[in-house]
């Protein structure tokens, strides 16, 4: 923490840069932006609030004149802990830079500020018969410039991609202040692919101001089916089943029984309580012979001992069929008041095999654990339930957590599929990188801020050896 | 020549059979004129890595090849010491067909692979459509972001690249990403190599993601007095909800190239759109375009499939083939603007090639705003100065329009005369920073890259 005198001086000088309403720093608000949708927490010195490219980059310069640390923060729904002042400093916080600049149809591309909400985004594209593909279960409150950090993808990136593939150009401010244009609405622009290495870069290299997404038009088609199963073995051999028949389906989508009981208790979607798993299927794009392909699939679910199928026959339907899917992190607040929620991603195939050691975990260390997740991608989302004011709980949860990951390591997967490593996967990342993997890593981060100011203690270890 | 204590350590690494100084053999290696002082084939990722590692500290310089087919990318070499040709680096490492993922080293074909993967259970296919069918190997695609048509439907390599393993300047092989469809531990670094010409670092292996080949594949070629007609009909197609796999503008001198030769050297502008999937959705959505394309007045409209199409895409794709064996010192452009710009980047460029009556090969990516044009020489002579006056006007142009051109090919003697990469950007500052820090002693392809790198 900043001596007092220091603080001051900060809070003035940046009030000069973005107005005296613009600047937060009493103790309840340095609190509220001190937190994310993980379990750590810290407070920073002040957190601003600005209004347009200028004023980022004017508080940039004098928070790498000054040496004093930054992160950049959209609605704080971060689940690794990539949105907290780790390091104190200054939060700088997107809220009022949450403008649809442009929406251009021609192009086929959205111009919008980081602070947009990736709804609204739909929102304003749907009526207009196109969508924004990447469509994170958080998107009510997460806003875009959070999906660029993190590289979110959403139940619909197994058919369409994830951010990263549907960014093609930002103006971002580097850890200098400068401002850079990078990509556009054109493709290939030459020379390094600096769009696809700042997407999942958890906001360490360098701030975006501006994006420019790819938009599409909305498929012809959907057809949404729920498929009910009375074993998670089953169903999660079903997922498999699938791809190996040369299907992608746009989603395919896990939720296990705990996690059906707090979605039917909490939203009412329908789902049948007594079901061990149930699959989300989703088919989408030309009407033409989609009956054939839904046939298909379920024909495969059958052989994999379906209990039953159900096709969407509305949209309304098909809206609350996914409300439940969408909702389901929210809903397990009914059963127990916190959760640490594994990332865990492995190859498809070896879903059963890992979704086995992932109930023996729960068995093993006497916790409650959830599963609901794309199974389409092999993206793993144990909710492992506790109670944060019992110590003893938290620190076996914590053992949990690091064994569920490295049991995905184990079988050829990844650490993270989507919602970073942030500060909470600092050391399992020599699970997934070798010491001379990490330190070309580091080179690159020290290319782009070799004084480590921009969101410092994420992602990779600190130049002294060790997380924070 | 290379100094002979060099030669004979790179010997003792991968034995004498597997090094080049004969003038002969190292000429077939040229870039730009720069013949390499030594080439190397290294038979393993081992041996690979310290050939690089031993070249970093005798400050050689160190420039990649697979299959050779686009060495002419870039800039004048500044040096050119090693050649390290990929030619035996090519096992399959593992094929996952049930999991979808395929891992291979640098120096694999992509014809080939693609021919075993579709003999793979129920057939599968790595989504990329790049020129030089028989030539090009993956390592090299990746390095020059290589793409072709149906990058309409299934995107770049950056879209289904799962991984890689990358050997650093320092000879370190290192690995990024993995297996898996998601990712985000750590940077994506797979991101940066790709396109980076050999620039930061050997690419070598990667991990694609698959996709079961579709059930059925069909070609509808429409033939128009005008571009402008054919451009109609692209402008009606893209905003609706159709599925293509491709979409592509020809003009009549670049069609003048395709085979089947019987059909397409009538004077007319092609355009030629792919769609692939399952058949109804196939069958319904050619229909579907003919009568589209009808409302514009084609002078015919016919369509593929089974091997001539196969034999049209693949001449389409290796357009520029016959066309730099009839006019050796041709330059071909890549010219990328805005989706709605493509039309009258199209048009401009016909345009400046007319007043500067140079015989000129235009082909376009309807869908996706990228043009290639290719000015076609057989020397350049007196014609240098208008030569690069019309670059720079279409490069202008380019910019203009809030898009980009790259000179994918062109006689070395006009390179330092021509924006080879396009105008400089802002970017080349950080650009030069991550290559200062990935490759400080600048071993890997001086000069080559944007910004000079």
Redesign the interface.
Known sequence: MLDPRRRKKLIRDLQAIVGKDAVLHTAPHLETYGYDASLFQAKPEAVVLPQSTEEVSAVVQLTHRERIPIVARGSGTNLSGGSIPAAGGVVIHFSRMNRILEIDLPNQRAIVEPGVFNLDLQNALSPLGYLYAPDPASQKVSTLGGNLGENSGGPHCLKYGVTTNHLLGAEVVLPNGDILWTGGKALDPPGYDLIGLLVGSEGTLAIATKMILRIMRKPEAVKTLLAIFNSLYDASSTVSAIIGAGIIPATLEMMDRLIIKAVEDSIHAGYPLDAEAVLIIELDGIRDGMDELAQKIIEICRRHKVREVREATSEEERVKLWAGRKGAFGAVARLRPNYLVSDGTVPRTKLPEVLSKVIEVGKKYDLEIGNVFHAGDGNLHPLILFDARNPDELERVHRAGSEILKACAEVGGTISGEHGIGAEKIQEMSLVFSPDDMAVMKKVKKAFDPLDLVNPRKVLEDAKGGAA | MMDHGFAEKLAGIIGVENVFQAEEARKIYTVDGLIPKVVVQPRSPEEARQIISLGQKESQAIVFRGGGTKMRLGQVPHRMDLVLSTRHLKRVMDL??????ITLEAGMRLSEIQERLSREG??YFIPLDPPFTEGATLGGILAT?SSGPKRLLY??A??FVLGMKVI?ADG?????G???????????????Y???LGT?GMILEATFRL???PEEEKTLIGFFPDAGKAFKVVNAL??????LSSMEVISPNAASYLQPDTMMKKGNYLLAIGIE?????V???IGEIQGIGKQFQPLGLMVLEGEEQGVFWRSLRDLTLPMMHLFTQSLVL?I?????KTEAMFAFVEETARKENFLCALWAHGG???LRAAFLFHSLGEKSPAIVRAIQQISAQANG????L?VESAPASIKPKIPV??QE????A??R??K???DPGACFSPGR???GI
């Open positions: 996952d067909g049930e999991n979808l993922t129920s057939g972001n995107g770049t950056r879209d650093q370190k092989i290192t690995s990024f993995g297996k898996t469809v998601k990712n985000v531990s750590g940077f994506d670094m797979s991101k940066l790709i396109g980076s930061l996709l079961p080949l893209l905003p609706s909800q159709l599925v999937g399952v058949g109804k959705a069958a319904r959505q890549k990328s603007v805005p989706l709605s996706s705003g990228i329009m809030e898009g980009s790259v990469w396009g950007k802002k970017n080349g950080v650009f920073q991550i200062s820090a990935l890259f944007v910004g």
